[in-house]
């Protein structure tokens, strides 16, 4: 059987990634250069980049994909829509499946119908893309099934009418990260920043990262790498780490009552750089 996903990618778990690349489904030719691109996990996207009359072939080709080798997470339709029963019946049998992202979730219920649907245990994405999902962010997170958070920029733009501003989305995505804190699941996916390449990529992932989101979608695979840098420990950061750790395991005494908690960070990084392979980059 042929390998089609890049293998430092494959091999980090989910609740880790930080670039999450929609492929289309409306061409099975986007799929292997997805598959084979930087990007920490893939989603074959059925949702947004197919139109309704191509939604039936798209499925079948996702379907036959993950029956032939590939491994994704697919994007479904909306629970309100006409489409979303027969997409779950379809990949609750696709064995590449690696969970669900459902599209325009605004109640906890919704995942948790989604989840019932598929084989026990497959991870559900909620993408939270407007002004109710927001509000109803917390039960989202806490609902059975839930895996984690991701934030649909451009759909709650329009519900809102709130500007790409960094400042008018602040609130919706400090929603998010409380809410998975609350929730008990990893930090939520940020939107993609539609276009944005090098510098000003990174500067959005700046953004991203300030929130407390630790993953961030994309459209184009050219993306990834930039986001996996910008959502990573820096290389101050891992310094940083690498000298407390050490001084600590010499025996450094506890001076004030920031000690434990930069301890703790210090651990956090080093566990991030550990499963980024970044000690040595």
């Known amino acids: 059987m042929p390998t089609f996903r890049n293998r430092r990618a494959a091999a980090l778990p989910a ?14 030719a986007n799929f292997a250069p997805a598959l ?14 197919v139109p309704a009359e191509g939604k039936a072939a798209a499925r079948e080709r996702v379907v036959e994909a993950l029956s032939t080798g590939m491994t994704a997470w697919v994007r479904v339709n909306g629970m309100e829509t006409e489409f979303w029963a027969d997409d779950l019946a379809a990949l609750s049998k696709a064995p590449g499946l690696r969970g669900i992202m459902l599209a325009m979730t605004e ?12 084989q026990a245990g497959t991870p559900v994405l909620a993408l939270v893309e407007s002004a109710i999902g927001i509000e109803n962010a917390t039960a989202i997170a806490r609902a059975p099934g839930t895996f984690r958070l991701a934030f649909g920029v451009g759909d709650f733009r329009r519900d809102t009418g709130a500007s790409d501003d960094p400042m008018a989305l602040a609130y919706a995505r400090s929603r998010l990260v409380v ?9 939520p996916i940020d939107g993609p920043t539609v276009g944005a390449l090098g510098e000003d990529l990174l500067a959005a992932c700046k953004v991203t990262a300030s929130m407390g989101m630790t993953g961030k979608l994309c459209l184009m695979p050219e993306a990834a790498d ?32 920031s000690y434990l908690p930069r301890l703790a960070r210090a651990e956090k990084i080093s566990a991030l ?9």
Do not use: C
């Open 15 to 28: 609740k880790l990634s930080r670039s999450w690349l929609l492929a289309s489904a409306a061409d099975e």
């Open 36 to 49: 084979a691109s930087e990007a920490d996990s893939v989603i074959f996207d059925m949702e947004d980049a």
């Open 107 to 118: 109640h906890p219920e919704q995942v948790t119908h989604s989840a019932m649907r598929l």
């Open 179 to 187: 809410a998975s804190r609350v929730g008990q699941l990893p930090g």
């Open 226 to 257: 930039t986001i996996n840098k910008g959502l990573s420990p820096s290389e101050s950061e891992i310094k940083w780490a690498h000298e407390l750790l050490d001084a600590h395991a010499a025996g450094a005494v506890v001076g004030d009552g």
């Open 273 to 281: 750089a550990d499963s980024y392979g970044l000690w040595n980059a």
